[in-house]
């Protein structure tokens, strides 16, 4: 399989390697940045977090990839593509996410990061949509769903205590390539 290496303006999106895993738990696997994503992984269930983004890769040719900042090869966290697995959610559509450290935040990183995921996802494997999974109090999730053009689909919310283990609802929000293509201009 064909190696990814995704470059943008200030980001380098690519495949893992084994250095990758101890500076990404470290700067991604914090109270803050797990908060809406189940809350922090314990150590011992890391092996299983690597064994399944590495799984997406082998099973689909698409991972959530790496983020490294170019100005200076910072591990910034991951964003990319995968396979929607969540029970309750719309399986096996694609699925833009990402999760950077909390010192990447308000950087627009995850934005760059998720516009050249969607152009993977819609000129590379020929999506003919993506989605994006969220929790009603991740507005900074959402809010960048809707500034990437992305737009509620209500029908598909789901119940699902994986990210949320309170209030136990994911919300979806999908674009088609006809909408990206409007929105990438």
């Not at 590379?124 to 053009?149: D, K």
Request: aromatic letters at 10%.
């Amino acid at each position: 399989m064909a190696e990814t290496r995704i470059e943008t303006e200030r980001l380098i999106l690519r495949d893992w390697r084994e250095e990758d895993w101890q500076p990404f738990f470290a700067g991604t696997n914090t109270p803050a940045v797990m908060r809406w994503l189940g809350g922090v992984l314990p150590e011992e269930r890391h092996p299983w977090l690597k064994d399944r983004l590495e799984g997406y890769t082998r099973e689909h040719g698409h991972t959530f990839w790496v983020v490294e900042r170019k100005e200076d090869g910072a591990l910034l966290g991951f964003c990319g593509l995968k396979r929607a697995n969540q029970q309750g959610a719309p399986l096996g559509d694609f699925e833009v996410g990402w999760r950077l450290r909390e010192d990447a935040w308000g950087k627009g990183y995850a934005r760059e990061a998720a516009q050249a995921s969607l152009e993977q996802a819609f000129l590379v494997h020929h999506a003919p949509h993506v989605i994006a999974l969220t929790v009603p109090g991740n507005t900074g999730s959402w809010g960048l769903m809707v500034r990437l053009g992305m737009e509620r689909r209500e029908d598909l919310d789901f119940d699902n205590t994986e990210f949320d283990p309170e209030g136990g609802r994911i919300i979806v929000y999908s674009i088609t390539r006809e909408a990206w293509e409007k929105v990438r201009g």
